[in-house]
């Protein structure tokens, strides 16, 4: 295959990320620039599902900036994605026909199963020592989750709540009461009850990708929790009694204390509770031992793909 750069906008639920790659002519690929900025596109979407006008300025916004950013860079091609927020929205058309005029990209639409897809090409690719796993990615409106063994995923499946519309639907935001993370967790563990696979990969480790959840692998860092002097968070393990030692300690504070928590963007302090619910609820479904960080996902698993056409054509 040929060299080329590329750029990819993924428009989540509750941030735009966008990174441009150099991909290699022997399969490999290098990042040549990455930013994320928070859109909370999904917010105040509720049981409407109308993404709201205050929320797709801010992200037409964020959208044109990027567009700025890319230039310098004269890609070959700018691959856009958008996942939950987008795929519920009944404003759908109308939003992704504003995007089309605004900044010049079509966004494709990832459906649950093409996310969970992604997340395990992703995954596969970037810690290829984990033969078997249960993947969770958490998002701002939806999560997936990928079992696999022997690096053969058994389901790719999205859920839709995520750490935004948990957040609100259950009043997660500022201190929290015990009645409504219960409220919260019944919603979970029920959904997860409805997945065979779940008592078929008793005590399989969990990788977890996310915002929500690379923020839990900060604030384990600021504890010295992790290995000394290790310059990623990628491949980082945390014992499932950490995890809930964590979300012990901030399902005690009011949002104002969360926002100086080590560790934690002061931005995700009103969606850090409902962030965790999804990874708590799983590692004790499981029975999982432990917890993997992967900084790999969507993205990866996108360009893993793009890599594969290209050397097809080739």
Not at 73 to 102: H, M, P, W
Not at 149 to 166: D, I, R, T, W, Y
């Amino acid at each position: 295959m040929r060299e080329k750069t590329i750029a990819i906008i993924d428009l989540g639920s509750n941030s735009a990320r966008l990174v441009v790659e150099k991909l290699k002519s022997d399969g490999s690929y290098r990042e040549l620039y990455r930013v994320k900025e928070d859109t909370r596109l999904s917010k105040g979407m509720g049981d409407s599902l109308l993404l709201q006008e205050e929320q797709i300025e801010k992200t037409l916004a964020v959208l044109k900036d990027y567009m700025g950013r890319i230039r310098p860079y004269s890609v070959d091609a700018i691959y856009g994605i958008t996942t939950a927020a987008v795929r519920t929205a009944k404003n759908q058309a109308d939003f992704l026909k504003r995007v089309q005029e605004t900044v010049g990209v079509k966004l494709r639409v990832l459906t649950g199963e093409e996310e969970a897809h992604y997340d395990f090409l992703g995954v596969l690719s970037s810690l290829p020592s984990v033969q078997s796993a249960v993947i969770l990615d958490t998002g701002g409106a939806s999560v997936e989750l990928i079992p696999y063994k022997n690096k053969q995923a058994e389901a790719e499946v999205s859920l839709p709540f995520g750490a935004v519309n948990l957040s609100e639907k259950y009043g997660l935001a500022d201190k929290v009461q015990k009645k409504d993370i219960e409220g919260a967790c019944q919603q979970i563990t029920e959904a997860y009850e409805q997945l065979p696979f779940i008592a078929n990969n008793q005590e399989q480790p969990v990788i977890l990708l996310g915002g929500a959840n690379r923020s839990l692998a900060k604030m384990a860092e600021k504890k010295g929790w992790t290995k000394q002097g290790q310059k990623t968070l990628h491949g980082l393990f945390l014992s499932s009694s950490r995890v809930e030692q964590i979300f012990s300690e901030i399902a005690q504070m009011d949002r104002q204390e969360r926002e100086h928590l080590a560790g934690l963007e002061k931005n995700r302090a009103d969606i850090i509770i409902s962030g965790l619910l999804p990874v708590l609820n799983l590692v004790r479904a499981l029975q999982s031992p432990r917890v993997i960080f992967s900084e790999s996902g969507v993205r990866e698993g996108l360009i893993f793909e793009l890599i594969q056409e290209e050397f097809k054509r080739s």
